[in-house]
């Protein structure tokens, strides 16, 4: 064990008495309910001495606050310090007693006092912690609980309280979560306390194995009896009761004991069997201390390269969870809240929840392990640069490590520990074996996985009580709303060797970092976003939100300039904004079904996790829910139909065809559960529903992976949509696996009528493609006349020729020319001091600014106008389906252009300013416009300017040379 880790174990029971998990002491009286709060904005508390009651109720500024609750309810967006004070009377009964108070998480930084005492101090926002008080109580008489607070700094990056500043603490992004936001309780007890209680189930041998962690506050060693007893939760019944003698020594000891149950019942997500254990001390004949905890006999491992559940290959379907509630913000007012998203994504065929960065509430645990949902464990770290790297960082990453799986380690529903996220500093990379050591010592029985994303070193997997490692790739990928073959395949190549992808003919390199070929792989992240229907949401953040609180404000912020944008630019396409989220979702709710598929396509990927159920905080776009826990419709469907235990992906070579090209359609069954006999239907149809080609055979749907279909169809008499169609009957006729696909046809001719243009082209695949097509054209120079319209093609990286070209094209546009850009080159949005800048567009006669504009978790449409330029393809809707080769990934924004552009995309700023340190509670940034495609006056001429990638799709998808052929039809009218 390294120093640093020694270190800070000293440090730990030092300082806090208590870091274990939350188990249920029989005899406690609630603290919670009406506290009393100053915010200390001047931070002058410790220096006024405001714990001292008499100092407190002379202050003018005493608020009332309900605990548990987080503080930015009552005050804004508050980092800083506050006190908390409250009374309370201890029973005169409990005099000989040992108290504790027991606090279930305060954020960040707690120094408690009793009655003017000073009783100890904690640090770590989410897990709980205690004192022993009983020499400072009064008894039946009023006691004076008071708290220092300094809770999380996180935007104000000016502010520095007691050494720590902005985004230095181990925070969840979602909420400051600051103060008291958990239940407080006072725990009577005689000599014998018991810590904590430890269960290891082993569902193959029937047995609990419990570590029992006690302290005897008595002067001498004492021979005490200990009782367990084990009762199945949902019949209240006990199914075996133990008493043992045991000599417990004066001060701290621990017990380990065996407890074997009978007619024992697994817990899985289709049956959570918890049991509960009691344990309670005797001394003398009185009962000392009696702490109940819940469990239930399973094992999450992986074998054979497969996650397996209680010995059984168990394919996972995740969800990862922001965790933001509309009221409570951190944890939900109303417990219905929380089992409406659990049952939600129980229904949307999901196994797995993956809580974003930090342990969830106690009560959303309970939940979690009583519907019966594995559920990935992890501590407050953020991924990559949170919390930012102090000299304090080693230590308080392993404190947060440490208490988090101490607090969840009994939890059924808790099946592994996730201990960071997309690593990438230095001290982190070498800690990360040490701290995966750390914590299987204090968690035996969980799979360990050191990192989520492979960042550091690719992901390492440590299985159940094994201390050594097995190769494991963890997966994060946000492709945008486009799964085109191309990155179909990427899904297809993860964990092959580049020999076995070239003879599966898998093109191209495979999504990951660090990959181990042949290992077990997981895509823990991937999915694509769309805009919630805000004018709903926020009428009920009118009706029932809090005015202060940071989701009604950024819901609000988001749903009006979403509407200003809309009316302004885009009202003759959109006839309301809900048509508009609408159009989003539906693309949405496609790209997530098609990433799964992919992914279920490849036998060597045992599981993934869509990002995400709900959203929330600056991750806005992701949820199938929005933020009141209703679906998203098109989205929820599609990614439910998508989760199925049976399904079909359906692929055709290519998505859009030349007339005359043969149209590869494949098909794959993908079954997680028993062989299945059945008929397989398949058709062609067009847009009227007459069918082109169909195909019907008896099949035996097997496990796994099967290919049911490889078929050749002729185009050479179609032109427009099609749409294939699979489905799977059983002898029932039900069907048991359904999907669509579609495919278009295109009879590219070259308009017979274009007037002379001029080219100047440094890629050679504009001329390449006019030379085939019969296009006659003029090579750009200074000879050519003003009247000749140009197209110029650039090589999108910078050289040196292009300054002369740019010098020449901007003085024909000045004197009155008209140019088409094609493609120019640019230089991507890059950050600086953590902040992104813009990208701009280099030897270009304007200045033109870009933005990214591919889509991650968040929605960006590029809505195309109806305009000759799109003559034979959709308008009048954003890109989509046709459009995936060639919908831009940089778009152009603050364009000087007098006439509306051709190809407008509507998105918003991932945070606030594009700044890294402002990526937290407060939400997402501005909502913005761009264009694709725009018309720019420049001098007496004009320029239009595309960013589509036309040029390296020519002659390969009939979409890009239609789009390049009505370009030039229309600037040489």
Not at 354 to 376: F, N, S, T
Request: a positive charge; hydrophobic letters at 40%; glycine letters at 6%.
């Amino acid at each position: 064990m390294s120093n640093i880790i020694k270190s800070f174990l000293i440090l730990v029971f030092a300082v806090s008495t208590n870091v274990y998990s939350q188990q249920k002491h029989a005899n406690t009286q609630s603290l919670d309910g009406d506290w009393q709060i100053i915010f200390d904005k001047e931070n002058i508390s410790r220096a006024k001495k405001l714990y001292k009651n008499k100092n407190f109720l002379a202050q003018s500024n005493i608020q009332n606050i309900t605990v548990p609750s987080v503080w930015e309810l009552e005050e804004k967006d508050y980092e800083g310090v506050a006190v908390y004070r409250r009374s309370f009377t201890a029973p005169k009964k409990w005099q000989d007693k040992i108290t504790h108070i027991s606090f279930d998480a305060v954020n960040y930084r707690a120094e408690v006092y009793l009655n003017d005492n000073v009783v100890g101090v904690h640090e770590g926002g989410f897990t709980p912690f205690s004192f022993r008080i009983d020499s400072m109580l009064n008894f039946d008489k009023e006691n004076i609980i008071t708290l220092r607070v300094l809770g999380p700094i996180l935007l104000d990056t000016d502010k520095v309280i007691d050494g720590i500043g902005a985004m230095e603490t181990p925070q969840w992004r979602g909420g400051i979560s600051g103060g008291i936001w958990q239940s407080v309780r006072l725990v009577a007890t005689e000599k014998s306390y018991i810590k904590d209680v430890y269960i290891q189930p082993n569902y193959q041998t029937s047995q609990a194995k419990v570590t029992l962690s006690t302290t005897n506050f008595g002067e001498f060693s004492s021979q005490d009896k200990v009782n367990f007893t084990i009762t199945e939760v949902a019949t209240n019944k006990a199914v075996v009761s133990k008493q043992i003698s045991h000599k417990f020594q004066a001060g701290q000891s621990k017990l380990f004991e065996t407890i074997d149950i009978p007619n024992a019942k697994t817990w899985s997500p289709s049956n959570p069997n918890l049991y509960k254990l009691t344990v309670s001390i005797e001394r003398q004949g009185k009962v000392s201390d009696t702490v109940s905890d819940r469990f239930g006999l399973r094992e999450f491992s992986v074998k054979d390269k497969r996650f397996v559940l209680n010995g059984k290959e168990i394919y996972v379907k995740a969800v990862f969870l922001e965790g933001v509630y509309p009221i409570g913000i951190a944890t939900p007012v109303d417990l219905d809240l929380a089992r409406k998203e659990i049952r939600l994504a129980k229904e949307a065929g999901f196994n797995m929840i993956r809580p974003w960065r930090r342990p969830p509430p106690p009560k959303w645990l309970d939940l979690a392990d009583e519907m019966g949902v594995l559920v990935i464990g992890s501590p407050a770290l953020e991924c990559m640069d949170l919390p930012v790297s102090t000299p304090d960082l080693p230590r308080r990453v392993i404190n947060e490590l440490k208490q988090s799986i101490l607090r969840d380690r009994n939890r059924a529903s808790v099946v592994m520990w996730e201990l960071y996220n997309e690593v990438r500093r230095p001290i982190l990379k070498q800690m990360m074996t040490e701290t995966s050591m750390m914590a299987r010592d204090i968690d035996p029985s969980r799979l360990i996985l050191d990192e989520s994303g492979g960042w550091a070193f690719g992901a390492k997997v440590y299985l159940p009580n094994e201390r050594d490692f097995i190769p494991f790739n963890d997966v994060h990928t946000y492709p945008g709303p486009n799964v085109t073959n191309d990155f179909y395949d990427k899904f297809l190549g993860v964990s092959y060797t580049k020999e076995e992808r070239k003879k599966l003919n898998i093109k191209g390199n495979p999504i990951g970092h660090n990959l181990k070929e042949g290992a077990t792989s997981f895509v823990s992240e991937l999915g694509y976003g769309s805009y919630v229907d805000f004018d709903k949401v926020n009428a009920r953040f009118a009706k029932e939100g809090n005015p202060l609180a940071p989701p009604t404000r950024y819901h609000k912020q988001l749903g009006t300039q979403l509407s200003e944008l809309l009316s302004s630019e885009l009202s003759d396409i959109y006839a309301s904004p809900l048509d508009f989220y609408n159009e989003q979702q539906e693309i949405h709710g496609k790209a997530n079904a098609r990433m799964i598929e992919a992914t279920r396509a490849n036998p060597k990927i045992t599981g993934y996790c869509v990002h995400a159920l709900t959203g929330g905080d600056w991750v806005m776009g992701a949820g199938l829910l929005d933020i009141w826990r209703n679906p998203k419709k098109e989205v929820y469907n599609r990614t439910q139909q998508a989760n199925l235990p049976r399904i079909l992906t359906i692929r055709t070579f290519p998505r859009s065809a030349y007339q005359g090209e043969k149209v590869r359609i494949t098909v794959k069954g993908i079954n997680d559960i028993e062989m299945l006999a059945g008929k397989f239907n398949v058709s062609v149809t067009d847009s009227h529903g007459k069918v082109i080609w169909q195909n019907s055979s008896n099949i035996d749907f097997n496990h796994a992976i099967s290919d049911l279909l490889d078929h050749k169809i002729s185009t050479d008499n179609l032109s427009g949509t099609y749409a294939v169609s699979a489905e799977i009957i059983d002898d029932q006729d039900n069907k048991v696996a359904v999907n669509t696909f579609d495919f278009d046809v295109f009879n590219n001719q070259a308009p017979s009528t274009l007037k002379r243009f001029a080219v100047a082209d440094q890629t050679g695949s504009v001329k390449s493609f006019l030379n085939k097509q019969g296009v006659k054209f003029s090579s750009f120079n200074s000879d050519t006349s003003i009247s000749t319209p140009v197209i110029v093609a650039m090589a999108l990286k910078k050289q040196e020729k292009q300054a002369a070209l740019n010098k020449q094209l901007n003085h024909f546009v000045k004197l009155g020319g008209k140019v088409l850009y094609v493609q120019f080159p640019f230089i991507g949005p890059k950050w600086t001091d953590g902040v992104l800048s813009k990208g701009f567009a280099i030897n270009m006669p304007i200045n033109i600014k870009m933005k990214a504009s591919q889509g991650l978790w968040g929605g960006m449409s590029h809505v195309v106008a109806e305009h000759h330029i799109f003559n034979g393809l959709p308008s009048k809707q954003s890109m989509q389906g046709v459009y995936e080769n060639v919908r831009a990934s940089m778009t152009m924004v603050n364009l000087d252009i007098t006439t509306k552009p051709i190809v407008t995309v509507v998105a918003n700023d991932n945070f606030p300013d594009m700044t890294l340190m402002k990526r937290h509670y407060q939400g997402t940034g501005d909502v913005w416009s761009g264009s694709d495609l725009s018309e720019v006056k420049h001098g007496k001429g004009s320029m239009l300017l595309s960013t589509m990638k036309i040029v390296p799709n020519l002659g390969k998808d009939p979409v890009a040379d239609i789009l390049l052929m009505n370009l030039l039809s229309f600037i040489t009218q």
